[in-house]
């Protein structure tokens, strides 16, 4: 006789301490999970300054912190994380193959618990396959989204589609509102993101100042240029934006995630590098180039909601399409090679500083056409 199934679990933690890119791709679990199982209460584990975007995300119940991403208890609201998960969850799961992700689900999980292993075999995946019911290999084949895709399988889900996906409410939308009507922005914009968490993945800013004023002029889009809140970062983006003849209105730091997502759900197109907020500009479906140096496109590359769920790179390096995304990187055998600029200490990349102007101003017009700008614009 065969044994009935497992009621559907009433609680359910989806454990993802890792950067923020990592956590925008975990949001199409937390779809499955949802559309699945609607009665349950889904809560999700990440590091501090990481996943305050999901506060706003009507899906789950609660956004746990485990301290900042450099130690499990350390930063704001960090210390006490492993009382409150301790066996509270029907489900625990580990999007990542770290120590610190499978023991959250280890600790947290109470009928299942979902991980991943490192492939490294001796004590480091021993350990997890006995604490894990399900212990996956990473699918270093595909993409990072298609973690969740191969954990919601493991426990019995079918996948259809895996939608990455960021909310906003009423107080972005008047944040976004307010900064174009002050920036005097009243008609179709674009917008540059011109950094990445790390300098090795900079493009020439003196490039950015060209790409836009071109894309201005030959399209009749209004140029939005955006940074976060870091000082450092602020400033350069002056200095970058200086270089303009098209003045674009600066958004330095005044909107959360969620924000961002709600000003590029109404952009015309978007340009940035590899970097969280290109993943936060895949959700909304806008048309995008974007530039990639070192790091392996067919593992993170945005994200297109619209497209199917073995969705990757076809190739490993070169200029690619994805639906509304073209990636742009150097078609040279040393890349993607992973590592921190060509010095591997966070310096410069040659393969980004090879990409030139027309490279990217050719991707823009795939995207967007030939047509004549408004008002004559060349």
Not at 215 to 227: C, E, F, I, N
Not at 260 to 285: E, I, N, P, Q
Request: glycine share 12%; with cysteine.
């Amino acid at each position: 006789m065969k044994r009935p199934p497992d009621p559907p679990p009433a609680s359910v933690l989806i454990a993802c301490v890792r950067l923020i890119g990592d956590v925008i791709l975990a949001t199409p679990l937390v779809g499955l999970f949802q559309e699945a199982w609607p009665g349950a209460a889904i809560d999700v584990l990440v590091a501090r300054g990481t996943g305050e975007f999901l506060e706003k995300d009507p899906r789950i119940r609660k956004v746990i912190y485990a301290g900042s991403g450099k130690g499990a208890g350390s930063g704001k609201g960090g210390a006490g994380y492993a009382r409150r998960i301790f066996r509270s969850y029907d489900l625990a799961v580990s999007l990542t193959a770290t120590d610190r992700g499978t023991l959250a689900a280890l600790i947290a999980g109470r009928r299942a618990r979902v991980g991943f292993l490192q492939g490294v075999g001796g004590y480091r995946d021993g350990w997890k396959r006995i604490a894990l019911n399900h212990a996956l290999p990473i699918p270093y084949e595909g993409h990072v989204a298609q973690m969740g895709q191969r954990v919601a399988e493991a426990v019995g889900l079918p996948v259809a589609r895996l939608e990455a996906k960021l909310f906003w409410d009423g107080s972005d939308e008047a944040a976004v509102t307010a900064a174009l009507h002050e920036g005097g922005v009243d008609r179709p914009f674009f917008v540059v993101h011109p950094f990445a968490r790390w300098r090795y993945k900079y493009w020439e800013p003196a490039r950015f100042a060209e790409v836009s004023d071109a894309v201005s002029a030959r399209h009749g889009l209004a140029p939005v240029w955006t940074s976060s809140p870091d000082p450092a970062e602020r400033a350069l983006l002056r200095e970058a934006a200086a270089r303009c003849t098209a003045a674009p209105l600066l958004v330095e730091g005044a909107l959360s995630l969620n924000g961002m997502a709600c000003l590029l759900s109404r952009a015309s197109l978007y340009l940035g590098l590899d970097t969280a907020v290109s993943h936060v500009a895949a959700t909304t479906g806008i048309p995008m180039v974007v530039l990639y140096g070192p790091t392996l496109a067919r593992w993170w590359s945005p994200w297109r909601n619209d497209g199917p769920v073995a969705q990757q790179c076809p190739a490993m390096r070169g200029v690619q399409r994805i639906g509304d995304t073209i990636l742009i990187q150097k078609d040279w055998d040393c890349v993607p090679c992973g590592k921190r600029g060509c010095d591997d200490r966070g310096g410069e990349s040659r393969c980004m500083a090879d990409i030139g102007v027309g490279e990217v101003l050719d991707a823009v017009r795939e995207l967007l056409g030939t047509a004549p700008a408004p008002g004559g614009a060349p």
